[in-house]
């Protein structure tokens, strides 16, 4: 029993320097340093309320869903967490709850055709995902293809998610061939692959699952939607670590997030890592905020955003909630991981 003691006390309050010898590993990212730093992204959020834009609502409620899983699975005894940090994963998860909710009265007012459109992905509880913890398999890569030579576009992407919500004047779970090839081909990188996965994922939450699953079997997709997600994730991963090599550059950097963010949903653990972190950890601004410092994204692959909306000190809307998502996917990984470590330790013992 004396050789866990140590182990257990760094994984119940996140020390990373005196994790950093466990497993050979060195060391972990810190518990506390993720639930600061959502903390600020939050008190941002709930400063600003009146200027955010829907897509950081979108990652603000994202937030919201996951710590409301993560605050149940501490409640019946699955992670492991001292009270100060049940506690402040509770104050974290209200915290979103009331800043989405605060801004949604806003965002009728200032946008209200993209809100009516997008509204119901927008309401609690929408995003509460508990799914399982699990990691990317590598035999599902698909070989290199030549990327689509049209910049991500919005527009076509919302008017596919309208039919899966029902908000196009047309009945719910509704999916038009032309949609389900838009959001679902193979060979897709960057933001059109990012969002085939968060097209799935909202026609799942919106209760389309059957009409998915038909879809899918149509196309000749054996393993159902879930296949589908395992294998976008595996491909996000490998651009993913592409980002990370190649420096994380200004442009790749909030699709980097993004892919974390939903990866993250689905529990896809590979996308946590100490150095991605830090690294996310840095991008932070003293307010909390995420944003630019150099040239907005660009490139053959990037994101054509109507909406998105530069506020004060060079702060981005989009960004900034995606950030938030993110930042809450490292506090889920983090428990989860001492949970796994303290777990292989006993069985040691």
């Not at 590993?25 to 400063?47: H, I, N, T, W």
Request: hydrophobic share 35%.
């Amino acid at each position: 029993m004396g050789p866990l003691l140590p182990i257990l006390l760094c994984a119940i309050f996140a020390y990373p320097a005196a994790c950093s010898g466990d497993l050979n590993k060195g060391p972990e990212p810190s518990l506390q340093d993720a639930l600061d730093a959502l903390g600020r992204v939050l008190g941002y959020c709930e400063r600003n309320y009146r200027v955010l834009n829907l897509d950081a609502v979108i990652g603000i409620r994202m937030v919201d869903g996951q710590l409301t899983v993560l605050s149940r699975r501490i409640a019946a005894g699955r992670l492991p967490a001292d009270p100060a940090q049940s506690r402040r994963v509770v104050e974290l998860q209200r915290q979103a709850a009331r800043v989405a909710d605060l801004t949604l009265p806003q965002l009728q007012k200032t946008d209200p055709d993209y809100y009516e459109r997008l509204s119901p992905i927008l309401q609690p509880g929408f995003w509460v995902i508990d799914s399982r913890s699990k990691t990317t398999d590598p035999r599902l890569l698909a070989p290199p293809t030549t990327p689509r030579d049209t910049p991500f576009n919005e527009e076509q992407s919302d008017g596919c998610l309208t039919e899966l919500l029902g908000t196009n004047a047309k009945t719910s779970c509704s999916i038009s061939p032309s949609c389900w090839s838009l959001m679902t081909s193979p060979g897709y990188r960057g933001y059109w692959l990012t969002h085939e996965l968060f097209y799935l994922q909202i026609g799942e939450q919106a209760g389309c699952s059957h009409e998915l699953a038909i879809r899918a079997a149509e196309s000749g997709r054996r393993d159902g939607v879930g296949g589908m997600e395992a294998e976008y994730c595996a491909n996000i991963l490998r651009e993913a670590r592409d980002l990370a090599a190649a420096g994380f550059r200004q442009e790749g950097r909030d699709l980097f997030m993004e892919q974390a963010l939903l990866c993250g949903l689905v529990g896809y653990r590979d996308f946590f890592r100490s150095s991605w972190l830090s690294a996310i950890l840095s991008w932070q601004s003293p307010s909390g905020c995420f944003g630019y410092q150099a040239t907005m994204e660009s490139g053959q692959n990037r994101r054509v955003r109507r909406r998105e909306k530069i506020l004060s000190g060079r702060c981005l809307s989009h960004k900034t909630g995606v950030a938030a998502g993110a930042l809450a996917g490292y506090v889920r990984y983090i428990l989860e991981y001492y949970r796994d470590l303290s777990q292989e330790t006993a069985g040691t013992h």
